[in-house]
């Protein structure tokens, strides 16, 4: 279960895993995997063969060993690590992206929410943990495998209850009209929203907020628009995640990694002025862990466009 | 159970309408000022040199727009509606087609401003006359002899400056995470420890706060963390405060949330000390015992500085007194016949958050361990408070720190992985950018906030590797 | 002189202010003022009166102390200073744009320029600079007054030489023929930049590159679509500048600026842990001076679009 | 003179066309794969399974493109025009009307390349055949079954695909800084110590590098930099290239700029042990012969672990050889059908940039400063570096320094502003982005370099507040 929607079985020092729990196995920040625990099954990788049930009756966020003497992480599955799992299958949104969308789209629990598409079914999630426990989360995909995949997905992690996927072409038929004026909140990820934002007024409740993502800026221009009739406060937004990396670096000796250079040779001893100016100069060197920005950051993900239905 | 009743005290009522006692944010003049206010019979606001009474903003819809009107009862808020408001953006569209045709011409053209043949005291003439806000605007335009060799451009930039002086407006804003937060960011973001609402909201998804979570909270940055939290849990779980030393920080923000009792009883308060006492039936979790808080520290504690005589609040009324405080502490007079608004009442018929939390609950945290850690401490040193901290959360547990300044956060994130004390750590910087989009012009906008500060966020993990096995617990 | 076109005039632990010398009077680093020097004159600001004879025979680079005590300092302008000082004037391009340009255009020593308009003339001053001492920049602007003001300013920073300002409207009549084929490198800042696309691939050499710069990215596109008829290598930039601001904190005790906490009270004294896990882990504290990005900065400067003139 | 001729020996050679002898940059298939080459007549360069004789290059101005044609007397590169290159062009903007109503079906759409009826067999006849590239790739769209089905934005990244494969093109680039630092940054980051273009531009510009200066230089980035000032002085001023210890750094980048005798003349190196030297007629500026380097210092130099087995130069000789090594290491091998550029043979008439500065100049630049001072030392702390050099800065001239890390700047910022050494002192890191613009698919690039480095710069100032007066000198 992703989400406690069971207090019982929230996150202890006493919560062990069981048979039938879902873990993320955790190999490096980068690479992990969602694992359903069950008594008689094995895993394997590069790191060795791992027995289920050598993992039955441990803690959550446990180490455990694989026959070569490997090791992995066992971990509780949360909705990021869930879309960092998910990012080796398929496109997703990023999580600075859903958290931003979740809060700007004021999401809190017992909302009711439309999303089309579906897709990986990452921000859902997300939306889904935002109205726990007693909102729900409607979504809709134009294809019939990816809802069922995301059926299967939330049936998986523990939130199904939550959500309900709808398999329908929303830019071609708008939302359902069960939903009228009863939407908190409506999120557009298509690639012509403006087909869809007379329909996602009609759902919304007075004062709610849209938002549609869209990774081009004449899709953000198009919608912007359309978006001017009936709805007010229109503001787009993108955001980026720069990641930094910690290394230990010894500056004064040369050292980090050698990227080609000889090793300099200036004296170690820092020699003393006679000067009074010099009072207060910090000292350099020694080892010290440090850190830059990655290099190989995503450098743009999408516009995120927020509007607000006009009070009439 | 789809309709969104958290925030409010009583089931019926419809939390998207105002009323007697609610707080709200106005935002006056498309963002000119924001004042966090509470609706009551007698609050008042100052528009200009007009006071207002807030009574016509009481059963309204959040959403709903209000102009200043003098009529015969003096200055009031009169509501207006999208229908009259529509005329503005069909002026701006109506540019936009002329727009390009115009930019080769509109560089010769002076604007200083000394064409208005209506003088200062036609206007108040005018005022005194119980014209409309409106009308001194159209009169405005009508004496004006540039107005119609100015572009159409500038004559929209003319109208909407002479609108906001004389017919201000004030925008009804229910008073959520991402409002309040950008509010204070914008107005005052020293008191949130310049923690932008992007950044609030990262805090929140990467320590997964959710319902039914016991999230442990460090909130120095006055209290929009707890606030911000609460809201999520929703009247589930519970935010559990704590602090070094013997004064709780204050969290004056959380009474900008309209939460209702449910909500408010769930936001805890206790001294870090309560967490650390030694505790006999605590199984699972040797570290923990290991790490009580010394007799030392706690004297420690009581020797801290005692709040110097800058004012900081020493009990409960005092913090909600500060409450209203920064109303009027972030008006910096945005233009000079603005003055601040009056300070409004506070209904405070609702149960006070922060309650000290009880022996048993405590008790219960110390063994079972917190769902999440968030930590927002400018002014500590994190790998500090997280060697403290850390060692109360669960197992596989997530938890995120914010920090202005990298470095610390930099030596944190070794010391962390150094002592194999979490991993996915991670440092990480939203940067946020908006754009302007409209016909022609769309473009980044030209201001930013360049700075939001960074977060470190990892999930503690349990080294007992062989000791722990099913049968020793 | 800005730029020692003479190498007589340059930097040197001798050279000293002389009477009739252009210096920037230095407050602080957002606060200065280009100043000639003239036996007879006072500066007068806010710390005081400045005797311009007092400022005679000394280098450049000293502080000079005022009648009332305060002090500002004389420095050697340079290209950056004077833009640093004439963004108190007008709208100008930042540094960060201007030496993109200069870098990417191949600007270097012997090459023809072309530039329009000449606004504040500091992109021109950045040119001249890369051009000198055997190029020249040809620049022109739309207004009269604009075009002798920056004459006026090229003159009083020496560089006039490597300068020649034009009055013309280049976007209705394109560049002047006598350019034809010979400039190395075509700036744009002007509103509608594929006016004069044509023209300014007449202008280049084979191989020239050719930038423009626009505010708004529907200028851009349609740029970049009339660029494609003879221009190769299409790209678009945008460049920013963060920068940051460094300040001594001392976090364990909750220092820094009081931003309305109450000091905290946690133990100074770090405790030791029996375990060895902690081994290696950094000494936390102390006053350490920290660097973080400044709140206030430009969010947003303009396009660069670069291309080049097609090889026939 | 607005010719711009400094780049060459003869005055009378076109620079804007290529000569025996001279260093170009390859820019194989759109930056696929970026190779520097000296055009000789008997260099070589791999394309594919070809090896092309780059004779054809010679005499061809920059910006030509070539493609491999396999004629009779072998596969050859054979220069193309830009008429017959437009096609593309107009097969994209074609693609761009219909790209609109495509958006929906391209959803439905699975390439599984499986439709090719034309064999390997097939394709390798036509080449022995003698076809050329083009008429592969048209073969290939012919006896593709699917091509016709699938839409027009993806026939035409197919036929791309084909013709990168089978009809590669060169294109001739002049190397000029920003060409060889873009080159180096993306196919070879670290020898240029992850200095990027725009960052190396900002340090030219912040250090006010103009024609006459003397601007001295530590250069840990390969030469870039030391190439870099030496563009920019065109051959007047100096490009003083100082090291620590006895054994210069490596500059071997500076060979590939088409640098003439006259800049190469001007670009010289000396230890900095050489400044230091007490000096007797040294009036202006005490500070610097009170920081002469200790004999302690000097003995510690050659004491300097020597260059390892890894191969670092010792010499003149060795460092010209490595100067063609980065074509061959930069070759990840973009695509598995590449394999790596042929050597190309130095031409090495010209004079060697680098020499050992003269008694003379040092002598000089002692009695009067330099006029710009730039440190380019990523594995060196900044302020350890700054603090030895800048005495030997003449005052009011301006000096920056580019790092990796934020932390050594910020103390070295912190301690030059507490010895008053310097103002104006400033951090700044350049971010740029670059923009994919095509109608309809208008936004940022997905991948940017996040990262391109620190710059501290700031101006040298004169302290002597009194004692130096007109009459002391």
């Known amino acids: 279960m992703m989400l406690a929607i069971d207090p019982m079985q929230k996150l202890s020092f006493k919560r062990q895993i069981s048979n039938g729990d879902l873990v993320i196995v955790y190999e490096r920040h980068d690479i992990m995997k969602p694992v359903k625990v069950c008594e008689g099954s094995e895993l394997q990788n590069r790191f060795g063969v791992f027995k289920h049930s050598d993992w039955i009756g441990r803690p959550f966020g446990s180490k455990v060993l694989s026959s070569k003497g490997g090791f992995v992480y066992l971990l509780a599955p949360t909705p990021e690590l869930w879309t960092l799992a998910l990012s080796h299958r398929t496109q997703i949104l990023y999580i600075a992206d859903i958290t931003f969308v979740v809060s700007y789209l004021e999401v809190i629990p017992g909302c009711l929410v439309l999303e089309s598409g579906t897709g990986s079914g990452s921000l859902t999630t997300s939306l889904a943990r935002a109205v726990a426990p007693t909102g729900h989360v409607y979504t809709f995909d134009f294809h019939e495998q990816r809802a069922t995949q995301a059926r299967e997905d939330f049936e998986k992690t523990g939130v199904s209850s939550l959500i309900t996927v709808g398999v329908r072409d929303i830019q071609g038929e708008g939302f359902p009209d069960e939903f009228c004026g009863r939407a908190d909140s409506v999120f557009l990820d298509l690639p012509q929203p403006w087909l869809v934002i007379h329909s996602a007024g009609k759902m919304l409740k007075q004062d709610g907020v849209l938002c549609s993502f869209s990774p081009c800026i004449e899709q953000v221009q198009r919608s912007c628009e359309t978006l001017t009739t009936s709805f007010t406060d229109i503001r787009t937004f993108e955001i980026l995640l720069r990641t930094y990396e910690v290394r230990e670096v010894n500056l004064e000796h040369g050292g980090v990694d050698d990227i080609g250079s000889p090793g300099p040779s200036l004296p170690c001893k820092r020699r003393q002025r006679s000067r009074g100016s010099t009072n207060g100069v910090e000292k350099s060197g020694s080892s010290v862990p440090m850190a830059n920005p990655c290099g190989e950051s995503r450098g743009y993900t999408g516009y995120l466009t927020f509007a607000r239905l006009k009070c009439v | ?473």
Chains 1, 3 share one sequence.
Not at chain 2, 132 to 152: E, F, P
Not at chain 2, 240 to 266: A, D, W
Not at chain 2, 307 to 312: H, I, M, N, R, V
């Open chain 2, 1 to 473: 159970m789809t309709e969104t009743s958290m925030q409010i005290d009583s089931s019926s009522q419809n939390p998207r309408i105002t009323w007697e006692g609610c707080s709200v944010l106005l935002d006056i003049n498309d963002g000119d000022r924001l004042v966090f206010a509470r609706l009551n019979a007698g609050s008042t606001l100052k528009i200009g040199d007009k006071k207002c009474s807030l009574q016509p903003l009481i059963d309204c819809p959040f959403g709903s727009m209000f102009q200043v009107e003098v009529g015969q009862k003096g200055p009031h808020l009169c509501r207006i509606f999208a229908a009259d408001a529509d005329d503005q953006t069909a002026v701006l569209q109506e540019n936009e087609e002329i727009q390009q045709n115009e930019r080769k011409d509109n560089r010769a053209l002076v604007d200083d401003n000394t064409a208005q043949t209506l003088s200062f005291e036609d206007i108040n003439a005018m005022k005194r006359e119980g014209a409309a806000g409106r009308q001194i605007v159209d009169a405005l335009i009508a004496n004006s002899s540039t107005y119609m060799t100015k572009t159409a451009f500038s004559q929209e930039k003319y109208k909407l400056k002479k609108q906001k002086k004389y017919a201000p407006k004030v925008l009804l804003r229910r008073p959520f995470t991402r409002s309040i937060s950008e509010a204070y960011f914008k107005k005052y973001p020293a008191r949130v420890g310049f923690l932008r609402m992007d950044v609030l909201s990262l805090l929140l998804s990467v320590a997964n706060v959710s319902a039914y979570s016991d999230v442990l909270v460090v909130d120095m940055v006055g209290g929009i963390l707890t606030g911000a939290v609460a809201e999520r849990l929703g009247g589930t779980g519970h935010v559990c405060n704590t602090y070094f030393g013997v004064t709780p920080y204050p969290m004056e923000i959380v009474r900008i949330f309209n939460f209702n009792n449910e909500i408010c009883r769930r936001i805890v308060r206790f001294p870090f000390s309560d967490l650390s006492l030694p505790e006999i039936n605590d199984p699972g979790h040797s570290e923990v015992v290991e790490n009580t808080m010394s007799a030392e520290m706690l004297s420690n504690s009581d020797e801290a500085p005692a709040p110097s005589s800058g004012g900081l609040p020493k009990s409960e009324e005092q913090m909600i007194q500060q409450a209203e405080d920064p109303v009027n502490n972030e008006e910096p007079a945005p233009s000079i016949d603005e003055n601040s608004a009056s300070s409004v009442v506070n209904a405070g018929k609702s149960q006070q958050p922060g309650k000290k939390a009880t022996k048993e609950a405590i008790t219960s945290w110390k063994q079972n361990g917190f769902s999440s850690l968030i930590i927002a401490a400018p002014d500590l040193d994190p790998w500090t408070v997280v060697q403290e901290l850390l060692p109360h959360l669960s197992y596989s547990a997530p938890f995120a720190i914010y920090h202005q300044y990298l470095q610390p956060l930099a030596s944190c994130m070794h010391n962390l992985q150094t002592a194999r004390m979490a991993i996915g750590l991670q440092i990480s910087e939203p940067w946020l950018r908006e754009y302007q989009v409209l016909p022609s012009r769309t473009h980044p906008c030209m201001q930013m906030s360049g700075f939001g500060g960074y977060i470190l966020n990892g999930i503690r993990i349990c080294n007992n590797e062989v000791s722990i096995k099913p049968s020793s617990v």
